[in-house]
């Protein structure tokens, strides 16, 4: 009788232990209010969900090259005529106004996606509006994988090069490494290629160049092979973030994707972290990419979205992250799984707040005073940290507004703020705090976020803005291209 009690108490603790986070979790999906948020028409907005602006035309570019290029000079001689600025939109993911101008002219991209593979030199030259989930779908029936992107499939190629984006590939610098050549439409309707070679001045201006100097049409990319890559995850203190990254990722030529994570709970605030290594495996049989489960990407979102201002779900997702990446340690994928991850994984659908993005690249040898000097910053009273990621990004020689002129590690900090004055005004107080602390680590700040950071910190971080500037009045000097970014900095 008294081992059937025993086991009446197992279970009880069992089934209390499960259904505290599913409530919480089923808490979490009940408080959404999944108001789809429909932008008016005439008006355009971007991932900040904050830069509603009232536009002159939204002019989506046909399928085919020939009709694109007809279409777009014909844009541009109107624009000229007018004066009406044109922007330029990929998925917009960038949240500082970059793809928009107060009643200017917005052309949509996305519908130029043409791919075609090069399979003996391995290059693929893919239509400037296609997502990395495209070409990841198209490159996988070769065995072809992308060889730099962002940590999400769901950016479009020209908008990546042009914030010139990095992503978790190891020991890589940023996107511009895997860019062979691209055409461009000029200010005034021409096609120019662009090169190491070929146009240079204008190739490096270009990438990183927040569609200041020109359309870019048809990208030639380098690929890899998609191989089998087999995770392990490391869990370890922040302090020694450095030297697991050395012995486990660095200096292992294996090693093909490494990211890191900082422990945001309030308990152990930055104190602990993870190291997720993904390396070459042995075993040979390829997996084919298979369609997104719906049922999981939900459960992971309400696991993340259960951690805004709560300590709870903080820690929940702590401890289910490291303990799930234990339990799939050694478990293998394929490059392109690995790669083809939706930003719908973390998406936010109460209308009252927004999820904001910044990033730091700071370098080695400020690391841990880095992370020591954050603690005296963060947590903010009311702009909520939902996640801090670390990735390695190697010395930039391609782009004229880089941002790493040396080896460096990017911070990724994930915020939630309501979209209210106040949180405004303290969001704007914490974005120029924490840029300021990263010039003093002789570091720099993102370029594709809020424009929130005061043109002197831009001017310490990015000492070649003024060049940058100048060559933008060379290329195009009736600005025929405008943006929100180019209005605050230049
Ligand atoms: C959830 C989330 C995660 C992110 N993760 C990463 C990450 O891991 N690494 C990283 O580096 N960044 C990351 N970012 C930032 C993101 O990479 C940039 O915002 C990038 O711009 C995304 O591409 P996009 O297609 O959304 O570009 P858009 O926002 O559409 O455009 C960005 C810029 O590119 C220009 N542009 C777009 N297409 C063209 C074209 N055909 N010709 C000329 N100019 C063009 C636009 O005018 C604009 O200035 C992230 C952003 C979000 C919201």
Redesign the pocket.
Known sequence: MKKKHFAYIILFGIIVFISIPILHLVKTYLSEDKTKIHTPKGYTN??SRLDLTSVDSIVNVPTTKTEMINQLREIIQYSTLKHIPI?????????GG??MYPNGII?N?RP?KNMQLDTINNVLTIG??A?WEDAINYLDSFHKSVAV????S???????????????QKTSP??SSSVVSFS?MNCKGEILNCSRTENKELFSL?LG?????????DVKLKVVDNENLQFKLYKLKATEYLSYFKKYASDDKNVKLVFGRLNISEKNFLENATLDVFRTSTIAQQKKITKPNHTLTEVKRLVFRNSVKSEYGKKLRWDLETAMGGFANNDCFSRNEILNDN?AL?ENKDTSST?I?H?YFIPERHFNEYIAALKNVLPSKSIDLLNITI?GVYKDTDSYMRYANENVF?F?F?FNQKKTAAQEVEMKRLTQQLAEMAVRMEGTY?L??RLQIDKKTFRKSYPQSEGFFKLKLKYDPHEV?K?K?YDYYK
Do not use: C
């Open positions: 971007d991932a922007s330029i939109a990929g998925a917009k993911h960038s949240m970059h793809t052309l991209m130029y400037s509006g997502l992107m962002q940590a999400f769901s950016f479009s190629i020209g908008g990546s090069i042009s914030v010139n984006g990095h992503g978790w940023p996107i461009l270009v160049g927040y569609g200041l100097f020109g359309i870019i049409l930003v973390i999820d993005l990033e990735r990017g990724v994930l993102y594709p976020y291209f943006n970014f």
